[in-house]
């Protein structure tokens, strides 16, 4: 199967109905993605697909055929992931890289409601939410005040 893998064209050989979720962290390599639920429920294994946050333990390999997808280790998030560090919007971290991903979508300046609405897919047990928005706010100002790609945090 051909598809464009955080940024490079890649050819991965496996079974079309193998969820993606496997062949990034078998196949690939890319065990920045997690498992948590497995049947679509907590987010943990969230990904970009042509942009879009899909959950990956739900999608067949046969659907990346000819696609962009990125992953956390692919995601370009320095400003995130330092926010994340700064405010302790991570504890045990497994919904840690689904919560970037998803937050990824935001645009610059996201509110409250965009943030509940954008992260409504990802289940966080640790944090109480609170710190993840606050990081997430954070990381999206910053980013809106610096040029694409400049780390801007800290
Ligand atoms: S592991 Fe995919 S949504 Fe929970
Ligand atoms: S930091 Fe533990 S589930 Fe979110």
């Known amino acids: 199967m051909q598809f464009t893998l955080n940024g490079r064209e890649v050819d991965v050989a496996a079974h079309p109905m193998r969820r993606l979720l496997d062949v990034l962290r078998e196949d690939c390599e890319l065990t920045g993605t997690k498992e948590g639920c497995g049947e679509g429920e907590c987010g943990a294994c969230t990904v970009l697909i042509d942009g879009q946050a899909v959950v990956s333990c739900l ?54 409601k965009q943030m509940q609405e954008a992260l409504a897919g990802n289940l966080c047990r640790c944090t109480g939410y609170e710190a993840i928005y606050r990081a997430i706010g954070e990381a999206k100002r910053a980013n809106r005040r610096t040029p694409l790609g400049v780390e801007s945090i800290g």
């Not at 370009?76 to 890289?97: E, K, N, S, W, Y």
């Open 59 to 112: 999608v067949p390999f046969a659907q990346v055929d000819g696609r962009d997808v990125r992953t956390i280790e692919g995601a370009d998030a320095q400003a995130l992931q330092r926010a994340f560090m700064d405010h302790v919007g991570a504890q045990c971290g497994i919904c840690t890289p689904g919560m970037i991903m998803a937050a990824m979508s935001l645009g610059p300046d996201p509110t409250r």
